[in-house]
Nanobody, 123 residues
């Protein structure tokens, strides 16, 4: 079993920053790629970022390129999403996800999801 718990969401003004964390439990977590997705009200869930097992390969959606950074700390079984220059359109529930297969993770069908953390950006 793999369990993911997100934290760090909240209310922030446009142009501000937040750092999301995802704490994972499960003995195979450190060997899994990790990713972040988000879902805004009335919209479909969309891919945000992903990171490989060793952290050497990262992927970002175009709409967050240059503003968000994904990283991981395998010693603490934690993945992070550092968000800068937040915009109102970034408002969404952000979900942490993981899967043994990086392609499946990036494709939006990971095996495991967290419960999500709310990010609200005001103008």
């Amino acid at each position: 079993q793999v369990q993911l718990v997100e934290s760090g969401g909240g209310l922030v003004q446009a142009g501000g920053s937040l750092r999301l964390s995802c704490a994972a439990s499960g003995r195979i977590f450190s060997s899994y790629p990790m990713g972040w997705f988000r879902q805004a009200p009335g919209k479909e869930r969309e891919f945000v970022a992903a990171i490989s097992w060793r952290g050497g390969i990262t992927y970002y959606a175009d709409f967050v390129k240059g503003r968000f950074t994904i990283s991981r700390d395998n010693a603490n079984n934690t993945v992070y999403l550092q968000m800068y220059s937040l915009k109102p359109e970034d408002t969404a529930v952000y979900y942490c996800a993981t899967d043994l297969d990086l392609d499946r993770l990036r494709g939006g069908a990971p095996a495991y999801w967290g419960q999500g953390t709310q990010v609200t950006v005001s103008s």
